[in-house]
């Protein structure tokens, strides 16, 4: 269980480091300069694939568990469903109009901006409840039978960013983190 619980909260840390990069490129284009739209794109595909295929499904067994131990985070629940359907609709509307950026092919500034804002907010929100709400709860109540459901939900895989085997595909990004956390000890 303590290794569930602590597989959920390290993917909630390495998400909002994604978004306060994802962040520091939007406010490069809210400032009307060229924001790395690779970049971008990159964090919100990495987001897509392995925060809504892999993660988010499993959370969703947990939080069906988490129901049948306490009917009374039925309605946090529900709300936190919910949002994983927005953030998976937003973050592909997102990624759609990141990599016509990258084309260079706005359509719509405003709508490139607001699909981003709408990202950011939904995600943080949504692991800000999870993080406040429901896995202390879920630590609490939840048995071994359950968190071994939560795990066979989706198919063992590697992280591919943060996990020991980095994708080719996200190297560039991962060599930034890295380099990032090393100048935020200095």
Not at 60 to 71: F, Q, S
Request: some cysteine; aromatic content about 8%; charged content about 25%.
């Amino acid at each position: 269980m303590a290794n569930s619980l602590a597989v959920w909260h390290a993917d909630h840390i390495n998400f909002a480091r994604l978004l306060d990069l994802l962040e520091e490129q939007v406010d490069i284009f809210h400032r009307g300069d060229r924001p790395n739209y690779n970049l971008m794109g990159t964090i919100v595909y990495y987001m897509r694939s392995f925060g809504d295929c892999v993660h988010h499904p499993r959370e969703d067994v947990a939080y069906a568990r988490l129901i049948e131990r306490d009917p009374g985070m039925q309605v946090v629940v529900n709300r936190l469903l919910q949002e994983h359907r927005v953030i998976a609709n937003v973050g592909e509307a997102l990624l759609n109009r990141l990599n016509e950026a990258e084309g260079d092919v706005i359509s719509s500034c405003a709508a490139l901006e607001a699909a981003a804002a709408m990202y950011l907010v939904y995600y943080r929100n949504h692991l800000s409840t999870e993080e406040r709400h429901v896995m202390p709860r879920a630590a609490q109540l939840l048995t071994q039978e359950d968190w071994a459901a939560v795990a066979a939900s989706v198919p063992a895989s590697s992280d591919p960013l943060f996990g020991g085997n980095v994708q080719e595909r996200f190297a560039k990004l991962h060599k930034q983190i890295c380099e990032e956390r090393l100048s935020s000890q200095d």
